[in-house]
């Protein structure tokens, strides 16, 4: 089926759905636009609100643990400390015992300062005991105690990172290569957790802290696809010297808005990842509901364009090609089946100016048949009396003469035949054979006249269609009347016929020699414009318009120079 937006006739209902959607499509974009500038909007205000959480529970971690290590010096000077450290087996067990248990006093003091304090512990090696906060009776962990000390750290900051622990550590004397203790804090790795979950876990994400330079990270989470994903993002960051800032993770077929922000003092990145659609979730409704609008507006285009074809186009369609099949001479009503609108009434207009128009055409058509068959009758009078002058002369002459009695009477025959024919009013139009038959017979009677001073060639193939009265011995006749008669030397005439489409052409072509260039092209233009002229005519006029009259303008004669030399007139007529 053919598409309405390409029908030929359809250029007001494209002008009015153009500007239909010049005006729906407009409303749209701006609409999206709005959407989208308030979504990166929202988007950019949320990014930014969790960017200064993460900064503000960074600068809680930094601010915590820059004071566990401003005053872990305090605890590292303990005199108690240092005389057990110093004195080790030497001293008595009570007074050692008592001084163990301030220490331990002191300990957890230190533990409760903060809580992100798992432990606070102090290594003695001279007593190979390790003294806690909550325990008295404790073996000195080698191992442990060999990772604690300062100087095994091979990076910048407070941390030692040990065994999935993170510890904050300071031995006495600083610099010594075996000290007599070393005190520690063991961070509590559990509340770290619970200071990033606060950041995005509430809202379906997850925060780590990641070291980059000693490869470990604390994750509030448990996601590790996410994890890697978070990680591979601080190493760029860390590459392109960005300290803070947000950005957006694909995984999963998800957006994850993630928010980043160095720390120098923990050497750190913390990086937190929130679902889009958790914090987005209100944009998102508005986004769908701005798909539904989309949708609703296809509908709408739709349902306006159903309603235009139903109301104007089709209506306007039927109107339009009523007056075209009116152009075309079919008086055809219209079926009104709408009579409350516009429309209606056109429709009832149109179908009064057929009816006046059928009551004219009756009225007129007979007086216009009447008037078509005078001028037929009157054009075909002109030619009947045209050759009957001569004929009793050349007559008159074969009777005298006693050799030529037999020419004299077939000479008789043709003038019957020949005056029987046109002679006949009854019938305008004839079949084609019998009008060759009637030219034929006016050859053997110019033969006779003229003898072998002219040599005819007549090749016409009959068809089996209709012409009018005498359309192609006028045109013989006029060649020999102003070609072939008073020629001195042999004269030539050749009849013959083409069929070309739906035209079949009949030539008469004559090699005479009196008709120049300029009078071929005057009778030529005098043919183009005959249908204007009123005076009388004969001859080659006379055929012409009668041709035109039967058939239409695009028939008739039309002449040019003849291959012969002489004048060429080819008769076109309709096989239909």
Not at 247 to 259: A, G, N, Q
Request: aromatic share 12%; net charge negative.
């Amino acid at each position: 089926m053919k598409s309405i937006f390409f029908l030929q006739d359809s250029s007001i209902f494209k002008k009015i759905m153009a500007a239909f959607l010049a005006a729906l499509l407009p409303l749209m974009a701006i609409t999206w636009m709005m959407n989208e500038q308030g979504a990166n909007h929202i988007r950019s205000e949320i990014s930014d609100s969790i960017l200064n959480t993460t900064r503000f529970y960074l600068d809680s971690l930094d601010q915590e643990a820059d004071r566990i290590s401003r005053y872990l010096p305090n605890y590292v000077m303990d005199r108690d400390l240092m005389e057990v450290a110093a004195t080790g087996e030497q001293m008595n067990f009570y007074e050692r015992s008592y001084k163990i248990l301030d220490i331990q006093h002191r300990l957890d003091l230190m533990k409760n300062s903060s809580p992100f304090i798992r432990e606070s512990k102090a290594y003695i090696p001279q007593i190979e005991r390790t003294v806690l906060s909550n325990s008295y009776e404790t073996r000195l962990n080698a191992e442990e105690y060999e990772a604690m000390q300062p100087d095994k750290k091979l990076y910048t900051g407070p941390f030692i990172y040990w065994q999935d622990r993170l510890f904050i550590t300071m031995q006495y004397p600083a610099g010594k290569k075996d000290p007599l203790y070393v005190v520690g804090v063991e961070l509590s790795t559990g509340k770290i957790k619970e200071t990033l979950a606060q950041i995005g876990n509430s809202r379906g994400g997850q925060t780590v802290l990641f070291n980059l330079e000693r490869d470990w990270d604390i994750n509030s989470g448990s996601d590790l696809e996410l994890h890697d994903l978070m990680k591979r993002l601080a190493f760029e960051k860390q590459a392109a010297n960005v300290d803070e800032g947000y950005d957006t993770i694909h995984y999963k077929s998800k957006r994850f808005l993630t928010v980043f922000k160095y720390s120098s003092l923990w050497n750190c990145y913390m990086v937190t990842s929130i679902p889009e659609e958790m914090i987005l979730g209100s944009l998102q409704v508005y986004q769908a509901l701005f798909w539904w609008a989309c949708l609703l507006a296809v509908f709408i285009v739709f349902f306006f364009t159903y309603f235009l074809i139903r109301l104007i186009y089709r209506p306007l369609i039927k109107l339009v090609r009523s007056f075209r099949r009116m152009q075309q001479n079919e008086l055809e009503p219209i079926l009104i089946d709408r009579r409350k609108d516009e429309f209606g009434y056109l429709f009832q207009a149109f179908n009064d100016t057929v009816k006046s128009l059928k009551t004219l055409i009756e009225e007129n058509y007979e007086q216009q048949i009447r008037t078509q068959r005078s001028e037929l009758k009157r054009l075909q009078s002109q030619i009947n009396p045209h050759f009957l002058y001569n004929c009793f002369f050349v007559l008159c002459r074969l009777i005298k003469s006693d050799s030529q009695k037999e020419k004299a009477y077939q000479f008789c025959l043709y003038i019957g035949q020949y005056f029987q024919f046109i002679t006949r009013h009854h019938d305008d139009n004839i079949p084609l054979e019998m009008e060759l038959e009637h030219s034929r017979t006016y050859v053997e009677m110019q033969s006779i006249c003229y003898g072998d001073r002219i040599q005819v060639l007549f090749d016409v193939e009959t068809q089996p269609i209709e012409v009018p009265r005498l359309i192609l011995q006028p045109i013989i006749e006029n060649a020999y009347k102003y070609a072939l008669g008073n020629m001195l030397g042999t004269g030539e005439l050749w009849v013959h016929s083409k069929l070309r489409n739906d035209a079949f052409y009949i030539y008469v072509e004559d090699n005479g020699e009196f008709i120049t260039d300029e009078e071929i092209e005057a009778l030529d233009k005098r043919l183009r414009y005959s249908m204007n002229q009123i005076e009388e005519t004969t001859g080659l006029l006379n055929v012409h318009r009668r041709i035109q009259l039967r058939y239409g303008k695009e028939f008739g004669i039309t002449v040019s120079r003849s291959e012969l030399g002489g004048l060429q007139a080819i008769i076109k007529l309709s096989m239909s």
